[in-house]
């Protein structure tokens, strides 16, 4: 795939997450990792309007070649890639029931949201809970590489999910889905509810293993 095709795929499904109102005003960022570097959406910009050739390109040591400066949550896409090295997208939301979730108070910090559905289950998995760190703080971007290893999907304290994937549409695919388990779980409260079993989250896990 060309550089261009990279560029238009993310302009394109970044306007589709804004116009669903999955991300809104300037928040929200999105990365694909390249042979040498990266392609980030820049900072400040709003998703419902990215310019392709206005997209970050960044080489391997996360330096700006061309276009706009990149988002200032880069360093979130560069803890996911480092532990992550098949990973080819990165997505990064503020989507409002996702948000919501990790704003409670008694919730797993291991796994955030039970296994509702198979679909979760496949393309999410198990969701930790990063703690809380102020906006910029490389803190945050250590609590997120210690869990890159063993998890392709995060959820940041008051903050929202960061999600990586295969290809970018796997990697959006998969925060939609979090954030509609998100949803559910949230519809979910106060009733009895009935989650996939340890033995069926275990099958789903080996009939649909992640190779990223």
Known sequence: ????????????????????GLTFGSSGNISIRLEDGWLMTPTGSSMGAIDPARISRLDLAGNLLSGDKP????????????????????VHLHSTHSVAVSC????DHRDVLPPLTAYYVMRVGRLPLIPYFAPGDLDLARAVEEMAS???????????PVVAGKS???AVYATEELEETAKLF???????????TPEQVADLERRFPRDF
């Open 71 to 90: 988002t200032k949550e880069s360093f979130l896409h560069m803890a996911m890639y480092g532990r992550r090295p098949r990973a080819g997208a990165i």
């Open 168 to 170: 970018l549409e796997d």
């Open 104 to 107: 409670m108070h008694d919730i």
């Open 1 to 20: 795939m060309t550089e261009s095709k990279q560029r238009e795929d993310i302009a394109r499904l970044a306007k589709s997450l804004f116009d669903r």
């Open 150 to 160: 063993d998890h392709h999907a995060v959820l940041l304290a008051n903050h929202g």
């Open 186 to 196: 949230l519809a979910l409260r106060g009733m009895r509810t009935r989650p996939l």
